[in-house]
């Protein structure tokens, strides 16, 4: 099946610092990727629309300078969580689609902001 | 009204119980339906994905979607501890990959050895 690529794990970072999380498709080519923030005991929240060659498209409220999303490739998108505060710790997830299928997503990453 | 409602849980069976997890929703616009299962601290796993209404069976689990009633099921039969996670259904109402696509709150499943 398909396969959805997630770095890092975790990371533990200092207060106003910016963290960039990668998401690859593996075996597909994604135009379009998604990425979610989960908080705990709640459900998946969607941020933004990941669009390949074009801008993200981000949901109501999300801050999109703080939230700075790259999708450079077919294969490739990036979140990077700039000017990180604690209240940014969360859990993110990314998600991309092949053709045929459901949502595949990444194995997350644990952001923790000190 | 959420667009997607799914009882949280938690819902405790012993093992070898068959479970029932469901989902209904609103939006008429749905078409493809998904259930995850979500280990705490991973990304969803994929489980069962259907078109429209009917049936699915795959291994242990068996998947249901009745579109009249706007009512998707997932059931689990011979459960196991290993088959303790939260339950995620999914749905969206194209098969593109640019879909979005609208998630329940999960239910929190335990299976008691």
């Known amino acids: 099946g398909a396969v959805v690529s997630q770095h890092p794990s975790w990371v533990i970072c200092k207060s106003g610092t910016s963290v960039k999380i990668e998401c690859r498709s593996l075996d597909f080519q994604a135009t379009t990727m998604f990425w979610y923030r989960q908080f705990p005991k709640q459900s998946l929240m969607l941020m933004a629309t990941s669009n390949e060659g074009s801008k993200a498209t981000y949901e109501q409220g999300v801050e999109k300078d703080k939230f700075l999303i790259n999708h450079a490739s077919l294969t490739l998108s990036t979140l990077t969580v700039t000017s990180a505060h604690p209240e940014d710790s969360s859990f993110y997830i990314c998600?991309?689609?092949?053709?045929?299928?459901?949502?595949?997503f990444g194995s997350g990453t644990r952001l923790t902001v000190v | 009204q959420k667009e997607v409602e799914q009882d949280p849980g938690p819902l405790s069976v012993p093992e070898g119980a068959i479970v029932s997890l469901n989902c209904t929703y609103s939006?008429?616009?749905?078409?493809?339906f998904m259930w995850y299962r979500q280990y705490s601290r991973k990304g969803p796993e994929l489980l069962m994905y259907?078109?429209?209404?009917g049936n699915k069976e795959d291994g242990r689990f068996t998947a249901q979607v009745d579109k009249s009633s706007k009512y998707i099921s997932l059931f689990i039969r011979d459960s196991q501890p290993s088959d303790s996670a939260t339950y995620l259904c999914?749905?969206?109402?194209?098969?593109?990959?640019?879909?979005?696509?609208?998630f329940g709150i999960g239910t929190k499943l335990q299976v008691i050895p």
């Open positions: 999914a749905m969206s109402a194209g098969s593109g990959g640019y879909q979005k696509v609208t």
């Open positions: 998600s991309a689609r092949s053709e045929g299928d459901g949502y595949t």
């Open positions: 939006n008429s616009a749905f078409q493809y």
């Open positions: 259907t078109y429209s209404s």
